[in-house]
């Protein structure tokens, strides 16, 4: 599980493809010191494993099906990406939960930067748009966000970034027409999978 909260923009270093899996290197040394073999590592708001540690970088390997439903397959070395390491037991739940599996991904339609928040505004799947109300919480590229507005004949999701996000995620550097992942609040999908249960039963 995470929070949503990045720890680190890391880089991408280096990229190995095969046919069935991806393995990347990412240069990340205020968390590589944090992380051993195993420990699940959020990247993009993709839950991967760390198959491999040294003092400043970390490698995991991404199945295929994760590269093509993800953000993750159009990741290139220098690529800048999202780090977080999972939450832990005792630590503050500072953003919402995210699970690291990502429901979509999102076109990036409009930036426009003000004068202390930007506003940030992406077009969903439409399937998701029942997951997403105002003030409710999102996650873009891992990153925990609250929603500004949903419209869902558009299906555009506004939200606004403070200066720490653009400081400290990889949402400072995406442009219109970028794409970013997408995970919904995870106590939405079971208030709607409860509600279509009740509707059959009822």
Known sequence: MFTGLIQELGRVTEIKREDSSAVIIIHAPESA???SKGDSI????????????????????????????????????????????SARLDSLMGGH???????????????????????FVVRIPEHLTSFIVNQGSIALDGVSLTVGEINDESHLVTVWLIP????????????????VNVEVDILAKYVQRLMSKSVKHG
């Not at 429901?103 to 928040?117: F, H, L, M, T, Y």
Request: aromatic letters at 2%; one cysteine or more.
């Open 97 to 119: 939960i995210v699970q690291g599996h990502v429901d979509g991904i999102a076109e990036v339609i409009e930036r426009s930067p003000g004068e202390k928040w930007e506003k």
């Open 164 to 179: 720490e996000t653009l400081a400290k995620t990889n949402l400072s550097q995406k442009q219109v027409g970028d794409s």
């Open 42 to 85: 959020a990247i993009n708001g993709v839950c991967l494993t760390a198959i491999e540690v040294n003092e400043e970088s970390f490698t995991a390997d991404v199945m295929v099906q994760t590269l093509r439903m993800t953000n993750l397959g159009d990741l290139i070395i220098g690529s800048p990406v999202n780090v977080e390491l």
């Open 33 to 35: 010191p944090s992380i």
